[in-house]
């Protein structure tokens, strides 16, 4: 009787060994089966490939470009360089999206497949909102994005943006950037607002000591508009553009740059003969 009580402890803790032992070898089983599986369909997949990729019926046929009024689609399929007619599984969508992405005129680009041997591009164009004279003319987007020199024959009716240098781009982009997007802001807010004799302007150009100053296209006046409070600036001076209409006051020149305070040159026959004019200022609470 007590020899059994002796033994029986061992022989309790010998029995969860083997229980752990069994459920081990149970999952180590269950994992290698699993690896396994794994390894074969990794084998028959890389073989399926294999076949699909060498196979005549997925090769690409047709290559379909979406969005393009801009851009011509002949440009982009130089840009793409995808030649004898490649099979549609060895197509990297990555690196198409890249190319085409190269051209300037777009900003957005997505690719998909369309099985067994088309490829679909579909882009979206830059759209310009004036125009960057540099050396030469550049097209400027809503994001402050200089993308694409103005070419020779393009029709175009954008504000021009002065006031900049290349060398000014080249040496602190992120600073003419931060600039070019003040006046992007100034001319949203015209187009919102529409103020008479603004909805037209000819030339936006930017000076670092006395802000923004604007030129309209039909009668030339020109209209300094400082650095900000542009929505409260425009709004009074449609007011002012609206009474000075009335009066049949030709104007020269408006100072907005304090929105308290705007000071309006008019245009005498004399004055606009010699390019002086008398000057008058109006305060409005």
């Not at 029986?8 to 029995?15: A, G, L, S, T």
């Not at 309209?216 to 009074?236: H, P, S």
């Amino acid at each position: 009787m007590s020899q059994e009580k002796f033994f029986r402890p061992k022989r309790k803790e010998i029995e969860r060994v083997g229980e752990k032992l069994h459920g081990w070898l149970k999952k180590s089983i269950r994992i290698a089966f699993q690896l396994l599986l794994l390894a074969l369909s990794l084998l028959v997949g890389h073989h399926l490939y294999l076949s699909l990729s060498e196979d005549s019926f997925f090769h690409l046929k047709e290559i379909e470009i979406r969005g393009c009024q801009k851009i011509e689609e002949k440009s982009l399929h130089s840009l793409l360089g995808l030649e004898g007619r490649p099979n549609l599984f060895t197509i990297s969508l990555k690196e198409i999206c890249k190319k085409v992405s190269s051209h300037p005129w777009v900003e957005e680009v997505r690719v998909r497949k369309v099985f067994p041997d088309r490829l679909v591009i579909e882009i979206k164009e830059r759209k310009p909102v004036a125009i960057l004279q540099l050396d030469e003319l550049y097209y400027l987007d809503s994001k402050g994005v200089i993308f694409s020199p103005v070419g020779e024959r393009d029709g175009y009716n954008f504000p021009f943006v002065t006031g900049f240098t290349k060398l000014a781009v080249e040496k602190d982009p992120q600073d003419v950037k931060d600039l070019l997007l003040k006046v992007l802001e100034l001319l949203k807010t015209i187009e919102q607002e529409r103020v008479p004799l603004l909805e037209r302007i000819s030339e936006v150009h930017m000076d670092r000591q006395e802000g923004i100053h604007l030129f309209t296209q039909t009668e030339g006046i020109k209209v300094r508009m400082g650095w900000d409070q542009f929505r409260e600036k425009l709004k009074r001076l449609s007011l002012i553009l609206k009474d000075l209409r009335k009066r049949g006051i030709p104007v020269a020149f408006i100072d907005c740059s304090d929105v308290r305070r705007m000071v309006v040159r008019r245009v005498s026959q004399e004055g606009h003969e010699k390019g002086g004019g008398e000057r008058w200022a109006k305060r409005i609470h």
